[in-house]
C-alpha cells in the first residue's frame, strides 16, 4: 500500500497554462507539507497544513495555491506556469505539526516549456 | 534563520569502503536532526534521526551522532554497498518552524 501518493508523477506544459498536482495519505497523519527540489536538488519547504488549517506558508509566488479538502488531501494548484517552476514537487506527511517523521511521496517532475 | 550545511559531492567510493558524509547546522534552540536518502527516481526516505544532544541515529548500518558543542551530525557507515548509491540529505527541524530545512545533498557513487 502507498503511504503518500502524488499524480501525476510527470508533468509537462507549456508557459501561461495553469496545472494542479495531487497527494494523498492514507497513514492517518494530521500534517501535510509541499516541498519543492529545484534542479540542484536543493529541497525547500512551501506549505504545510494541520488538519486542513494553512500553517506554513513560505515566500511563495500567489500564483501557487494550496488546498486541502480533508486532512488526507494537499493539492496544489499552480497559475500562469513559469520557466523557474519547472522542478520536482514533493508532497510529504507527518503524524501532527511538529513534523518530526515525515513520509515523502514520490513526487512530481513538473517541466514547463 | 536555521542552515544546514553539507560536504559537497559527488562522493566516490569502491564496495566495502568506509563512508562519512559531514553535515553541519545552525539553528536556535535545540533542534531534532535527521538523514533522509533519495535512491534515483524516488522519493525521499527518512534513514535515520536524533532528537537530542549525544543522541546516536542508526539504521541499515549507518550511524550519526547528534554533537551539540560542535553542531555537527555527521553520517558514517563501516561498509558501503553498491545499493547505498543515492543522495543523502541532512536535515533538521525545530519547534518554532514546523517545517524540515535540508542540506544541499550528497550524491554517493559506489563502484563495485
Known amino acids: 500500500d502507498t503511504a503518500v501518493s502524488q499524480t501525476p508523477k510527470y508533468l509537462v506544459t507549456q508557459m501561461g497554462n495553469d496545472k494542479s498536482i495531487k497527494c494523498e495519505q492514507n497513514?492517518?497523519?494530521?500534517?501535510m507539507y509541499w516541498y519543492k527540489q529545484d534542479s540542484k536538488k536543493f529541497l525547500k519547504i512551501m506549505f504545510s497544513?494541520?488538519?486542513?488549517?494553512?500553517?506554513i506558508n513560505e515566500t511563495v509566488p500567489n500564483r501557487f495555491s494550496p488546498k486541502s479538502p480533508d486532512k488526507a488531501h494537499l493539492n496544489l494548484h499552480i497559475n500562469s506556469l513559469e520557466l523557474g517552476d519547472s522542478a520536482v514537487y514533493f508532497c510529504?506527511?507527518?503524524?501532527?505539526?511538529?513534523?518530526?517523521?515525515?513520509?515523502f511521496g514520490p513526487g512530481t517532475r513538473l517541466t514547463v516549456l | 534563520g536555521n542552515s544546514v550545511t553539507q560536504m559537497e559531492g559527488p562522493v566516490t567510493l569502491s564496495e566495502e569502503a568506509f563512508l562519512t558524509i559531514n553535515c553541519t547546522y545552525t539553528?536556535?534552540?535545540?533542534?531534532?536532526l535527521f538523514w533522509y536518502v533519495q535512491y534515483p527516481g524516488e522519493g525521499l526516505q527518512l534513514l535515520l534521526k536524533?532528537?537530542?544532544?549525544?543522541d546516536k541515529g542508526s539504521n541499515k548500518g549507518f550511524e550519526a551522532t547528534y554533537r551539540k558543542e560542535t553542531t555537527s551530525f555527521h553520517l558514517e557507515k563501516g561498509s558501503v554497498q553498491v545499493s547505498d548509491s543515492a543522495v543523502y540529505f541532512c536535515?533538521?527541524?525545530?519547534?518554532?518552524?514546523?517545517?524540515?530545512?535540508f542540506g544541499s545533498g550528497t550524491r554517493l557513487q559506489v563502484q563495485p
Open positions: 497513514l492517518g497523519h494530521d500534517t
Open positions: 510529504a506527511s507527518s503524524q501532527d505539526q511538529y513534523g518530526n517523521e515525515q513520509f
Open positions: 539553528a536556535t534552540g535545540y533542534p531534532s
Open positions: 497544513y494541520n488538519n486542513k488549517e494553512l500553517i
Open positions: 536524533a532528537t537530542k544532544a549525544d
Open positions: 536535515a533538521l527541524i525545530d519547534t518554532g518552524r514546523r517545517a524540515l530545512t
